[in-house]
């Protein structure tokens, strides 16, 4: 006789692959995504060559299979499945990326045009870094809109990543040239040094995007156990917001939020106040990058408030938390004060002018409606996210509520859900999402661990779902312009 557990599990890939099946229907027929009129993602009009991602595709599921088999291994041998999983995943980004308009060249000029993200163009501009940092505050006003409601982080990289390039490689060769001509149909023309930096910085922004598989795992080993971390993992490097947008700067927010959340409670954990301090400093680092990561803030405190209130000694475990979030608190005050006393760096200056402008940009100029992306965007974020995930995160969570284990998993997983639901209320982002949102997407893989870790055939269940996954982001990579250069 068949086994429950098999059963739901096949009711499970059931409803995934018809979910998977209808939305790749809605897109073949133009249903609009989005909201006609104030924002929609615009239908792909360019062919596209999808076959290199169904290949990486094939490779990323066949590491999950081969991580997820019932079969005891070590650390290392973990530590080795999740390196596959990161390099299976850049593979796949880096194919999808390639799939429209010319190899290498598009994702370059996804970087470079100021159609596409403006913070590569800002970079051209900049003369003396440390001036420019000093005066950042008086200039935020003349930027373009990417840059004026975003601290100065992006721009510092491609700078720098420019003048990397430019030592590197100082005389580009013959096809470099011929790539940097090739950049004019997009309306820009960088030099052949800075057509490289482009490509360069496309390509590491995806790795980086990657790499964040690795914080969510040792996060989700503290709170599932290291074997249902690792099937977490395997989901999340089949979410096609992670896989689609390689070159957006919002893969390197990811992978600072997760980190940051990853050393938090490893702090907490143990008590220790140098991880406090350590994860205080990677916060402002992201904060540097990304005012959207104020929202981790808020993440943090609710989560520390449900582990208190759930906890047998509130006083002492307040009395924790507070020293927690004073060693924390501290990385982020060191990190900025010296910025200030090194080049002048006023970060309270900086934020205000960017959450004015970024509030003005998204209710006046924008001029999208409230109560209308208060119900899409959370439509989005499931697409994005996976359908196959999310249908998955919500199996398991039903399956397990119960287990009296999986206590502090449950609290991590409601502070997650209230910091959703108040951005989305708030209103502070209406529309992209998908690609905004990335770094509040991967706790869904994480709510999905403990119940595929209890499957009697979970290699072959979560190879499957990580498949309808990867096939979602190809559906998507075809159908969809994800990026404004064409």
């Not at 890939?13 to 909201?35: E, K, Q, W, Y």
């Not at 991602?53 to 080795?80: E, F, I, N, T």
């Not at 209710?363 to 196959?388: Q, S």
């Amino acid at each position: 006789m068949t086994e429950p557990a098999d059963k739901s599990s096949r009711r499970l890939l059931v409803s995934a692959a018809l979910a998977t099946a209808a939305f790749g229907l809605a897109l073949a027929f133009r249903v609009p995504f989005g909201i006609p009129g104030e924002w929609v993602w615009r239908p792909n009009q360019l062919s596209a060559s999808l076959w290199p991602s169904v290949a990486a595709g094939l490779c990323l599921v066949a590491v999950v299979w081969l991580a997820c088999r019932p079969v005891q291994v070590g650390p290392r041998v973990r530590a080795v499945f999740l390196v596959l999983l990161v390099l299976a995943a850049f593979a796949l980004q880096c194919s999808l990326l390639n799939a429209i308009g010319l190899p290498w060249v598009t994702p370059g000029a996804i970087v470079a045009s100021p159609v596409a993200t403006t913070y590569y163009s800002v970079s051209l501009d900049i003369r003396d870094p440390a001036r420019w940092l000093a005066n950042y505050p008086e200039q935020m006003r003349t930027l373009p809109y990417h840059a004026r409601t975003h601290p100065p982080g992006f721009p510092l990289f491609f700078l720098a990543l420019r003048r990397a390039t430019a030592v590197l490689v100082p005389h580009p060769s013959g096809p470099m040239r011929g790539i940097a001509d090739a950049y004019r149909q997009f309306g820009i023309g960088p030099t052949p040094t800075d057509a490289a930096a482009a490509i360069a910085g496309a390509v590491l922004i995806g790795l980086l995007g990657a790499l964040s598989l690795l914080p969510a795992y040792l996060l989700g080993r503290h709170l599932i156990g290291a074997e249902a971390a690792l099937f977490s993992a395997c989901l999340m490097a089949s979410t096609p917001a992670l896989l689609l947008f390689g070159p957006s700067s919002d893969e390197i927010v990811l992978t600072l939020a997760v980190a940051t959340l990853a050393l938090s409670y490893s702090a907490w954990r143990s008590s220790s106040l140098p991880q406090a301090f350590a994860a205080g400093l990677v916060f402002a680092l992201g904060l540097f990058f990304s005012f959207g990561l104020l929202a981790l803030a808020g993440w943090l405190l609710v989560w520390a408030g449900l582990g208190i209130v759930r906890s047998d000694d509130h006083s002492v475990t307040t009395r924790r938390a507070l020293r927690m979030a004073a060693a924390g608190v501290a990385g982020l005050a060191i990190f900025y004060v010296a910025l200030y006393y090194a080049v002048g760096y006023r970060a309270v200056a900086v934020a205000r002018e960017a959450l004015l402008a970024h509030h003005g940009v998204t209710t006046g100029e924008a001029a999208r409606t409230y109560w209308k992306w208060i119900l899409m965007d959370p439509l989005e974020c499931a697409a994005f996210m996976g359908l196959p995930l999310l249908i998955t995160a919500f199996w398991s969570l039903r399956a397990a509520r119960a287990d009296p284990g999986l206590s502090r998993w449950r609290t991590f997983l409601l502070s997650w859900l209230v910091t959703f639901a108040v951005l989305d209320i708030s209103g502070t982002v209406r529309g992209e999402v998908g690609r905004i949102w990335l770094f509040l997407l991967w706790p869904a893989a994480l709510a999905a661990g403990p119940w595929l870790a209890a499957r009697p055939r979970r290699a072959e269940l979560i190879a499957l779902l990580a498949g309808l996954g990867v096939w979602q982001a190809i559906l998507m990579r075809g159908y969809l312009t994800l990026y404004d250069i064409f």
